[in-house]
């Protein structure tokens, strides 16, 4: 049997048969592994700055051990190593935490006076929630399933008339009924529009 993370259509999207480099859990699998990157040397950068707080030297033996173990954490995500999954997914929620962290600071600086300090926070508060997103994806079964490239039988569970869709904005699997959705229609994970606003508009010019 073939993935199903393969044989899934944006919702709103017609069903043509994607390439398997351009199916929806590919596609936010490549992005997911350039924010890892970067939150691996987030990580590795604050774990640094702790140590250098608290009066702690890491040294040389310190910081290549550290350095060994986020590049294999990455490079076998990457690779789609099983192991690699769940420490992929603890790394982006110390992510999600440090974010926070920054935000608080930078928004008590910027009550103080310091308007840049503000506009800092808001945008470690726009890193973090997108952060966050990323995360929640990667609890859900059909992304594991997918990463893990097992097959997944959703369609037993369908009704009539019903099709497994991904929603465009966080890849959650859904069983939607393609004649009843509309442009009100929001995601049960992540509440994004389901159908996107130039597909609402090119039906409202056909009817």
């Known amino acids: 049997m073939a993935n199903r993370g393969d044989d899934l259509v944006l919702a ?15 596609v936010h699998h ?15 950068y604050g774990a640094i700055a702790l140590a250098t707080m608290f009066n ?12 060994v173990v986020f590049g294999s954490v990455w490079a076998g995500y990457r690779r789609r190593k099983p192991w690699a999954y769940w420490p992929a997914v ?3 929620s110390l992510t999600f935490l440090f974010f926070m962290a920054l935000v608080l600071l930078y ?24 952060t966050i997103r990323r995360v929640r994806v ?8 997918a990463y893990a490239e097992k097959p997944i039988d959703m369609e037993a569970s369908l009704e009539p008339g019903e099709m497994l869709a991904a929603c465009p904005h966080c890849l959650a699997v859904l069983a939607i009924r393609p004649e009843a959705l509309s442009g009100e229609d929001r995601c049960p994970h992540c509440d994004g529009a389901l159908v996107s606003p130039d597909m609402v508009a090119r039906h409202d010019e056909e009817a």
């Open 107 to 130: 928004f008590w600086s910027g009550l103080r006076g310091d308007m840049l300090n503000l506009v800092l926070a808001f945008l470690m508060l726009w890193a973090a929630v997108g």
């Open 12 to 26: 709103g999207a017609p069903p043509t048969r994607p390439t398997p480099s351009s199916s929806p859990f590919n």
């Open 56 to 67: 702690t030297d890491l040294g040389m033996s310190g910081s290549v051990v550290l350095a």
């Open 90 to 92: 603890a790394a982006m």
């Open 30 to 44: 490549r992005s997911t592994v350039f924010i890892l990157a970067v939150d691996l040397v987030l990580l590795g």
């Open 138 to 145: 990667h609890l859900l079964p059909t992304y594991r399933a």
